[in-house]
T-cell receptor, first 114, second 112 residues
Framework: DVKVTQSSRYLVKRTGEKVFLECVQDMDHENMFWYRQDPGLGLRLIYFSYDVKMKEKGDIPEGYSVSREKKERFSLILESASTNQTSMYLC?????????????FGPGTRLTVT | QKEVEQNSGPLSVPEGAIASLNCTYSDRGSQSFFWYRQYSGKSPELIMFIYSNGDKEDGRFTAQLNKASQYVSLLIRDSQPSDSATYLCAVNNPNTGNQFYFGTGTSLTVIP
């Protein structure tokens, strides 16, 4: 079974802090994704990575950056946390760009910025 | 215009009934279609996927795809209270990249 883990389930940070969210997958997947999920807005893609050191912006990259130094690990960085970044953050991985493969999600990190 | 649209619900059905969840998409080049279930406070988990026009059955679940109408649906037969969750439709066009486009989800409640 594919396993995607995230570093924290719940996180509380103060405005202006630098926040690191980490995601690890154990199935040698090429693609990894970061989403945020907010009520009424659904899943919105922040960034994704299709290979080590490769990244592409999603729909809402402002205020975020990412790092992928190793294939199994994809980090999301909030450079200076703001209250409007309070959300559920979901990491996902996918075998590759091959037609049809599904995304597997981690358990999520509920981040509160005060 | 949203890429993927779903009725947000809530949809309520009695236990044992058929629940019908619908999804429309705007990208005609989409080729892969996925249904995820998400329980409150949890992450999405894949129920099933479909690539070809027609029906695909997996236990109590049936996915239906009509590419001409840009429509995909999920039927849940013999609905159980444990099916109460939000159901997300996701669409992928491999020709335009790795991105999945998700609907906002339909909330389903199965009443015992």
């Amino acid at each position: 079974d594919v396993k995607v883990t995230q570093s924290s389930r719940y996180l509380v940070k103060r405005t202006g802090e630098k926040v690191f969210l980490e995601c690890v997958q154990d199935m040698d997947h090429e693609n990894m994704f970061w989403y945020r999920q907010d009520p009424g807005l659904g899943l919105r893609l922040i960034y994704f990575s299709y290979d080590v050191k490769m990244k592409e912006k999603g729909d809402i990259p402002e205020g975020y950056s990412v790092s992928r130094e190793k294939k199994e690990r994809f980090s999301l960085i909030l450079e200076s946390a703001s209250t409007n970044q309070t959300s559920m953050y979901l990491c996902a991985s996918r075998l590759g760009p091959i037609w049809g493969y599904e995304q597997y999600f981690g358990p999520g990190t509920r981040l509160t910025v005060t | 215009q949203k890429e993927v649209e779903q009725n947000s619900g809530p949809l309520s059905v009695p236990e044992g009934a058929i629940a019908s969840l619908n999804c429309t998409y705007s990208d005609r080049g989409s080729q892969s279609f996925f249904w995820y279930r998400q329980y409150s406070g949890k992450s999405p988990e894949l129920i099933m996927f479909i690539y070809s026009n027609g029906d695909k059955e997996d236990g109590r679940f049936t996915a239906q795809l009509n590419k001409a109408s840009q429509y995909v649906s999920l039927l849940i037969r013999d609905s159980q209270p444990s099916d109460s969750a939000t159901y997300l439709c996701a669409v992928n066009n491999p020709n335009t990249g790795n991105q999945f486009y998700f609907g906002t989800g339909t909330s389903l409640t199965v009443i015992p």
